[in-house]
């Protein structure tokens, strides 16, 4: 089945600054890559998504990339406010004969410091 | 327009006990999903129903069973429950658009078997 493996774990930038989280996965045939956002206590939350027919897809201050050939996709996360802080993961989706599975990375903790 | 609701909030049991979480969604989705989120270990998938009548094994289906009662509600079931089941038990469901297969998730149960 398909692994995907999130980086980094943890992850504190300064108010302003950029973050950026990088997923890879192992499946050639997923192709569908949503990123959610997580407070604490809460849902996951759908923040951005990337089909793998596109490379790039922003969304004001939130981006995210794909490269297919070498199998990883990133969120960038621009001037990055206290509200950013949250955890954040990155899924990937395959179609199959008995529906499509998610599979998530591990998450990543961002803290966004004031 | 609830969205995915989950029943109950919190649940306390005992080793061995058993109970079933309840799920239902009112966006008219195909597909329902069983998760398990623990500490480090991202969203881990238990079961999944494709459509009505139908149910898949996910990465961690031991010690669940699932029933997808109509298109509205898909319960998961601990039959004899262990302490390794505390955890965190979300649901979701699926959307198809032309551009994404979005996953929106219940609020959540939160289990603790001692």
């Known amino acids: 089945g398909e692994n995907v493996e999130q980086h980094p774990s943890t992850l504190s930038v300064q108010e302003g600054d950029s973050a950026v989280i990088k997923c890879t996965y192992s499946?050639?045939?997923?192709?569908?890559f949503p990123w959610y956002k997580q407070e604490l206590g809460k849902r996951p939350q759908l923040i951005i998504d990337i089909r793998s027919n596109v490379g790039e897809k922003k969304d004001q201050r939130i981006a995210v990339t794909l490269n297919k050939t070498a199998k990883h996709f990133s969120l960038h996360i621009t001037e990055t406010q206290p509200e950013d802080s949250a955890v954040y993961f990155c899924a990937a989706s395959a179609p199959s004969n008995t529906g499509n599975q998610f599979y998530f990375g591990t998450g990543t903790s961002l803290t966004v410091i004031p | 327009n609830a969205g995915v609701t989950q029943t109950p909030k919190f649940q306390v049991l005992k080793t061995g006990q058993s109970m079933t979480l309840q799920c239902a969604q009112d966006m008219n989705h195909n597909s329902m999903y069983w998760y398990r989120q623990d500490p480090g270990m991202g969203l881990r998938l238990i079961y999944y129903?494709?459509?009505?009548?139908?149910?898949d094994k996910g990465e961690v289906p031991n010690g669940y069973n699932v029933s997808r009662l109509n298109k509205r509600e898909f319960s998961l079931r601990l039959e004899s429950a262990a302490p390794s089941q505390t955890s965190v038990y979300f649901c979701?469901?699926?959307?198809?658009?032309?551009?994404?297969?979005?996953?929106?998730f219940g609020p959540g149960t939160r289990l603790l078997v001692l």
């Open positions: 129903s494709a459509s009505e009548g139908t149910t």
């Open positions: 979701a469901s699926r959307s198809y658009r032309a551009r994404g297969e979005t996953q929106y």
């Open positions: 499946d050639s045939a997923s192709n569908y």
